[in-house]
């Protein structure tokens, strides 16, 4: 037989207190002291009491759960910067519903659907596209979204990014700086704006410098894919062979620098210097030492949080941000160095 279930007036007799303060005890955000809280905490345990969070949702019309659509969990940068942002969101008091979309780009359609589904009271995406038809199903049903290293032209959707333009620039501007002439790019998945700004800010810089792109190949933001790449890049006679290349993700400069290493013999940075973007882990070990641009995801989860509480809590005033953060060079060993790095301003 199942036991009779504890309720909250059970739990208000036994701690001394009125059952809204049982209430206010388990409502994140919520008034009550400490002696009150310790109280209350102290009878439920004994009586083992749990809140219905569901019921409490119905009558208050949030269910303080948001919902989190990944994608592309291979890069180093996902999980690691996903843990964050979900101890961020339950330090604020929500929790957190992780979706997984099928393709590593592209719609994710169905699955917000879903999202809708269980009563959220947001949506984070990262590393995946949104339509513009369903962002505004979303706004509709006032449900904020935010995109989480992605930057979608939606009106009413706010996105927080690494300032990947920037980036892009000064990856072109180290290299040049380092006496190479012939300059290539492997770009990731053609329809992500990280990869598009990335690759536009790399070749803004290169043009301003001289230059122009000598090679490029698509990784598609995969390890297979991208060793084939760079394989049939490199895999030419010495003269015809890039000096540089720029990986638009740290996750496909790793496939890069062992292909070169150890399926065509070549060594980095003597033969290519390679630089990539994100300052994943992996890229200060030793077996890769990789000069990158650093995405700094405490600042970008603190401003994704930041923006979707806003939008929860006064919707009425609350307008879509658009936030890019800076981005540092970060040098290592996998680039020649310029002699005179950093550039000297005045």
């Given at each position: 037989m199942m036991a009779e279930k504890v309720t909250s007036l059970q739990v208000?007799?036994?701690?001394?207190?009125?059952?809204?303060?049982?209430?206010?005890?388990?409502?994140?955000?919520?008034?009550?002291?400490?002696?009150?809280?310790?109280?209350?905490?102290?009878?439920?345990?004994?009586?083992?009491?749990?809140?219905?969070?569901?019921?409490?949702?119905?009558?208050?019309?949030?269910?303080?759960i948001i919902g989190l659509v990944v994608a592309y969990l291979d890069n180093?940068?996902?999980?690691?910067?996903?843990?964050?942002?979900?101890?961020?969101?339950?330090?604020?008091?929500?929790?957190?519903?992780?979706?997984?979309?099928?393709?590593?780009?592209?719609?994710?359609?169905?699955?917000?659907?879903?999202?809708?589904?269980?009563?959220?009271?947001?949506?984070?995406?990262?590393?995946?596209?949104?339509?513009?038809?369903?962002?505004?199903?979303?706004?509709?049903?006032?449900?904020?979204?935010?995109?989480?290293?992605r930057f979608e032209k939606t009106q009413g959707v706010s996105s927080v990014?690494?300032?990947?333009?920037?980036?892009?620039?000064?990856?072109?501007?180290?290299?040049?700086?380092?006496?190479?002439?012939?300059?290539?790019?492997?770009?990731?998945?053609?329809?992500?704006?990280?990869?598009?700004?990335?690759?536009?800010?790399?070749?803004?810089?290169?043009?301003?410098?001289?230059?122009?792109?000598?090679?490029?190949?698509?990784?598609?933001?995969?390890?297979?894919?991208?060793?084939?790449?760079?394989?049939?890049?490199?895999?030419?006679?010495?003269?015809?062979?890039?000096?540089?290349?720029?990986?638009?993700?740290?996750?496909?400069?790793?496939?890069?620098?062992?292909?070169?290493?150890?399926?065509?013999?070549?060594?980095?940075?003597?033969?290519?210097?390679?630089?990539?973007?994100?300052?994943?882990?992996?890229?200060?070990?030793?077996?890769?030492?990789?000069?990158?641009?650093?995405?700094?995801?405490?600042?970008?989860?603190?401003?994704?949080?930041?923006?979707?509480?806003?939008?929860?809590?006064?919707?009425?005033?609350?307008?879509?941000?658009?936030?890019?953060?800076?981005?540092?060079?970060?040098?290592?060993?996998?680039?020649?160095?310029?002699?005179?790095?950093?550039?000297?301003?005045?």
């Amino acid at each position: 037989m199942m036991a009779e279930k504890v309720t909250s007036l059970q739990v208000a007799e036994r701690a001394g207190v009125s059952q809204s303060a049982v209430s206010r005890v388990f409502t994140p955000g919520a008034s009550v002291s400490q002696k009150t809280v310790d109280k209350v905490r102290k009878a439920a345990e004994e009586l083992g009491y749990r809140p219905n969070v569901l019921a409490r949702a119905m009558v208050s019309g949030k269910s303080r759960i948001i919902g989190l659509v990944v994608a592309y969990l291979d890069n180093y940068f996902y999980p690691e910067t996903l843990e964050i942002l979900s101890n961020a969101l339950q330090e604020k008091g929500y929790h957190v519903l992780v979706f997984m979309a099928s393709q590593t780009a592209g719609p994710i359609d169905d699955v917000v659907q879903e999202i809708l589904d269980y009563q959220v009271d947001g949506i984070v995406t990262a590393s995946v596209a949104m339509s513009s038809k369903l962002s505004q199903k979303c706004i509709q049903a006032n449900v904020p979204v935010v995109h989480f290293n992605r930057f979608e032209k939606t009106q009413g959707v706010s996105s927080v990014t690494s300032d990947n333009f920037a980036g892009g620039r000064e990856l072109a501007q180290f290299l040049v700086a380092g006496g190479h002439k012939k300059i290539a790019y492997i770009a990731g998945w053609e329809g992500a704006s990280t990869q598009r700004d990335r690759e536009a800010g790399f070749r803004a810089g290169l043009e301003e410098l001289g230059q122009s792109l000598f090679a490029r190949g698509c990784g598609e933001f995969d390890t297979d894919h991208t060793r084939a790449t760079a394989h049939a890049m490199f895999n030419v006679p010495a003269n015809e062979r890039p000096d540089a290349v720029f990986v638009a993700n740290d996750h496909m400069a790793f496939a890069v620098m062992d292909e070169l290493r150890f399926g065509l013999d070549l060594k980095i940075p003597e033969d290519v210097s390679v630089v990539g973007f994100d300052d994943v882990p992996p890229a200060a070990w030793r077996a890769y030492d990789l000069t990158t641009m650093r995405q700094r995801a405490n600042l970008m989860v603190a401003e994704t949080v930041d923006a979707l509480l806003a939008h929860i809590e006064d919707p009425a005033s609350a307008a879509p941000r658009q936030v890019s953060i800076t981005a540092p060079l970060i040098v290592r060993g996998s680039a020649r160095v310029p002699a005179n790095w950093p550039p000297q301003e005045g």
